[in-house]
């Protein structure tokens, strides 16, 4: 299966409500998002995002719940050398959506008094991509290590990179402390 720019998935058999019509609507695929989507949040992909939605009709109107998960691999840097590091990310949701037609072309987040969240949509056919980018993000780690001896960029001014072997002043005990001008303070 190809990756595609979009995450569309058309709920117009979901907004009959004629006798006998269909009460979910599903979808997979796999997204690669356009640069904005990426730039806005932040991101930088590995591959593109692997993704599955499940829409049901609540029994309402046009009351709706999706739900479903988008996984995928982050280039996260180092916290300790900035080397890229290939981050997986698995995320599900589950959100409220409702339909109020004549809105906005895009699917929009908006904050409701009763609820924290609620999606609203407009039109039959809704693109997910943007959301499901954002869900991705969310989850991602705030800090990630390219191993767990990771020596950072510097020590003492030596580029570890350059000389991961070499670890400057091979006696520690030899270094100097900030804190040893106040060992001779008499309290």
Sequence with gaps: MAARRDATLNLASLLRRAPGSVDDADADGELSPIDELLDANGLRLGAPLSWSLHVSNTGGEDDFVVSGDVSGTALLE???????????????????MVYRPGGADELEM??????DELLVFSQPEVDFAAFLT????IDLPLTVLC??????????????NEYP???????HDERRSP????????L
């Design 78 to 96: 180092c916290r300790r050398c900035l080397t890229d590091v290939p981050t997986q990310v698995d995320s599900s949701f589950i959100y409220p």
């Design 110 to 115: 908006i904050e409701d008094d009763e609820q």
């Design 134 to 137: 954002q869900v991705f993000a």
């Design 147 to 160: 191993k767990e001896d990771c020596r950072g960029l510097s020590v003492d001014g030596v580029d570890l």
């Design 165 to 171: 072997d070499h670890v400057p002043g091979d006696q």
């Design 179 to 186: 804190f040893d001008a106040l060992k001779d303070i008499d």
